[in-house]
């Protein structure tokens, strides 16, 4: 199937990337646009109206000028099929992912390390420099163009994330909610050129002309939480739009990792949340993600299972702690079970422990004695 037939099946009133990914299954290496109508009438069932625009190729006017202007603007168009497509998007978790990409730039989209930063719009003093921390530790130890951080070139966070990517030489590449004929916010344009001119990429499902709309970002976000191997949420309200984000990278089974911060600050209620309730790993500097990615760990940062832990404890969290010196490894239900504590409290005295780096958090929400 050609180019055009492929931005013409994305077009298409009523086809949905799903129902366009298990076509092109269906039918691979044809052209879904010549099948014969009874073909595709038994695949549509009742959907006339479907069936009817596929015969009749009432999309491909404008696919036809979709691809004009994607070449005179230097735009790739990434079918699910290509090589280029960024094939972490294709693993079977991520059901939902689009069918096509528009992206502008020389990124990689596969590489093998690929870090999705995010957070709230209205970024704290703490959180840009927590963002510059994590992002150019990991980024100095991991040469840098071996990483590529993904965010979605919005106010505070994302803005920090791709600034610090281009400071330290990594590749980022902005996802958007809206055609790439146009820049939001508009006072990211220059950052976007920044992005593009080193290495980086714009990257979006939508077609040119497609208008800034509130309801198109939750839906951008997928695509940054999918390609990434994990998620790192620096700063966030309670009801922000990054746990929307980490919720669904955690439910395609990726990594998620928050920044703690005071229990006072609007704007950490959200990450220690996170931390507080197992839906996320703290990350108190590039060590923590590096450690639980098993990406080389930063040199100015010894990891914290190699640290000093504090020579004394509260009774409660050394109770803890000998619990897990015990059995090894436990989850947070394992340990209520055998402490007898309220999951609250248990969680609570985990969190302070992580804290104090007395004990890790492995991958699958295990607990275990640091060092």
């Not at 009749?56 to 036809?64: D, G, I, L, Q, V």
């Not at 939001?184 to 979006?204: C, D, F, H, K």
């Amino acid at each position: 199937m050609d180019k055009l037939s492929q931005v013409a099946l994305t077009m298409t009133a009523g086809l949905g990337p799903t129902a366009i990914r298990r076509l092109v299954d269906a039918y691979p290496g044809e052209d879904i646009f010549a099948l014969p109508a009874a073909e595709l009438r038994a695949a549509f069932g009742s959907h006339r109206a479907l069936v009817d625009n596929l015969l009749a190729k009432t999309a491909f006017p404008r696919a036809e000028e979709e691809l004009r202007t994607a070449e005179a603007k230097h735009i790739k168009v990434l079918f699910f099929t290509d090589e280029a497509f960024p094939q972490r998007l294709n693993r079977d978790e991520c059901g939902d992912s689009p069918a096509l990409l528009y992206a502008l730039g020389d990124a990689d989209l596969n590489a093998g390390r690929t870090l999705a930063v995010v957070g709230t719009r209205k970024a704290t003093p703490y959180g840009h420099d927590m963002t510059e921390r994590i992002v150019g530790a990991i980024g100095d130890t991991n040469g840098g163009k071996e990483v590529l951080i993904a965010s979605g070139l919005a106010y505070g966070i994302d803005t920090a994330a791709h600034k610090s990517a281009l400071a330290h030489g990594m590749p980022t590449v902005a996802v958007l909610g809206h055609g790439l004929d146009r820049i939001y916010p508009p006072e990211n344009r220059s950052l976007a050129q920044q992005i593009v001119a080193n290495g980086g990429a714009l990257l979006t499902e939508y077609p040119m002309g497609t208008d800034i709309n509130p309801r198109y970002f939750p839906a951008r976000n997928r695509i940054i939480a999918a390609m990434s191997d994990a998620t790192i949420v620096v700063e966030a309200s309670e009801h922000g739009g990054a746990l929307i984000t980490a919720t669904m990278a955690a439910g395609y089974q990726r990594e998620v990792f928050a920044v703690p911060g005071r229990l006072t600050d609007t704007y950490s209620r959200g990450t220690n949340n996170l931390i507080a309730t197992n839906k996320a790993i703290l990350a108190r500097d590039a060590s923590d993600v590096a450690y639980h990615m098993g990406w080389p760990l930063p040199d100015k940062h010894a990891p914290a299972a190699q640290q000093e832990l504090f020579p004394t404890l509260p009774p409660a969290e050394q109770r803890m702690l000998d619990l897990l010196r015990m059995h090894g490894q436990m989850s947070l239900d394992e340990i209520v079970a055998a402490s007898g504590l309220t999951m609250p409290k248990a969680a609570s005295l985990m969190f302070n422990l992580e804290m104090s780096q007395a004990v890790h958090v492995l991958p699958g929400r295990l607990y275990c004695v640091a060092g």
